[in-house]
């Protein structure tokens, strides 16, 4: 009934979100007396009203899988037109390639590992426009799971480092990886499988980035939450059924709307102030700061569902059982051997401020693969940084960016 519920209260939000649009722009006609300075010299009410009924319009409009919408990158000061094309079709998740018409034939190719966390890969928008200059980009283009019919079957955490294999053996050799968050797990894996199995097209470099490989490390509430409670809590109070209206009609999933209400909680006063920040900006006409904190929330809370077996298979491994620390990590009941990790260089990318995944978690990787040589090995820690911030905005264009592509340079 959760499920239900949800789109009932969509249903009706949708609603008054127009309804809020309308009312802001009846409040700031020109015909209407109530924009113009009263008698006394108050500022008159429909200005205000106005702004506090688009804020809600924005807050409760409903919302889709957003466009990539990267047509152009800056190169030299000149635009150069960017090609977006999907080159390989999956069930779960297609594979996207960006690339800038007048980028050299010879140029790196990134595949760029999408978290499937309830987000859109179009999350990481910021990360692939920046990378887009000087590399041939890919992308895990991650399926909604409640639009995968049921008879595609399932998916879960080896399917998910089925696919990782698959997009780089379609890219082919000499390939770079950068897993953001969540996938640093399965493609750490995937890599050491790769390099067990002597696989051409195992990658030359792997970034991962506020990954969570070793939660036991600087825990936050994210994996206190996930420790605190046994397995069927999750499995009976937050995976759902897909409604009948969607095409995954029948799936279980642990939907989106649970994990935005579950990191918006977590800080809930910086939203609620930041929502306040927009209302003064609209009322003070400063469309542009408030078209930015728009831009930010719109993406934020676009969100998808993700297989219920993934979701509690990640549950387990990575934040209750410790697998891949542990070396009890298996694929198709096979044991994933780290120390076979010998060819692919590693870098480990942390924020300071990262209330995700803790400091020390990310980099327990590179203790975690002993034969790997210390040359192929480095880490960085981006100082005054959040887990958004690690790739996204100006810390990770000036600061951190450079340090990936000083990194692939070096091991290309």
Same mark, same amino acid.
């Given at each position: ?89 999956? /069930? ?15 140029? /790196? ?304």
């Amino acid at each position: 009934m959760l499920y239900h519920a949800y789109e009932l209260q969509r249903s009706w939000l949708s609603s008054a979100s127009a309804w809020a649009a309308i009312g802001a722009e009846m409040m700031t006609n020109p015909a209407n007396p109530a924009n113009y300075t009263g008698p006394s010299g108050y500022l008159g009410l429909g200005p205000i009203a106005s702004s506090a009924l688009e804020v809600f319009a924005h807050a409760s409009a409903p919302r889709g899988k957003p466009a990539w919408g990267i047509e152009t990158v800056a190169i030299d000061g000149k635009d150069d037109r960017v090609v977006e094309a999907t080159v390989l079709n999956k /069930p779960f998740g297609d594979l996207k390639r960006f690339r800038r018409e007048s980028l050299p034939e010879d140029a /790196p190719r990134l595949l760029i590992v999408a978290p499937m966390s309830g987000h859109y890969a179009t999350l990481l928008r910021g990360t692939v426009e920046r990378m887009i200059e000087n590399y041939e980009v890919y992308v895990t283009d991650w399926a909604d799971a409640k639009t995968v019919p049921l008879h595609e079957g399932s998916f879960d955490l080896d399917d998910y480092i089925d696919y990782v294999i698959e997009f780089l053996e379609h890219i082919g050799e000499n390939a770079h990886v950068m897993a953001v968050c969540q996938p640093s797990v399965p493609v750490f894996a995937a890599t050491a499988i790769m390099n067990r199995d002597s696989h051409p097209c195992a990658p030359a470099t792997l970034t991962m980035m506020g990954g969570p490989i070793d939660t036991r490390c600087s825990p936050t509430s994210v994996n206190d939450m996930a420790m605190d409670r046994p397995i069927e809590w999750f499995r009976q109070t937050v995976i759902v059924t897909v409604p009948m209206q969607h095409r995954g009609a029948g799936r279980r999933v642990y939907p989106g709307f649970l994990q935005l209400a579950s990191f918006m909680s977590m800080n809930l006063g910086s939203h609620m102030k930041s929502h306040y920040e927009m209302f003064k900006h609209i009322n003070a006409g400063d469309d542009e700061s408030a078209q930015a904190t728009k831009d930010f929330y719109e993406e934020y809370r676009s969100v998808c569902d993700m297989t219920a077996e993934f979701y509690l298979q990640t549950v387990v491994e990575v934040f209750q059982e410790h697998s891949i620390p542990n070396n009890t990590f298996t694929h198709r009941d096979r044991l994933v051997d780290l120390g076979a990790l010998t060819k692919t260089a590693l870098l480990a990318i942390e924020g300071e401020r990262d209330d995700i995944s803790g400091l020390g978690q990310t980099r327990a990787a590179l203790e975690l693969t002993p034969n790997l040589d210390a040359s192929k090995k480095r880490y960085f820690m981006a100082e005054g940084a959040g887990h958004y911030g690690i790739f996204n905005g100006s810390r990770w264009r000036d600061k951190i960016a450079p340090v990936v592509e000083e990194f692939i340079a070096a091991h290309g």
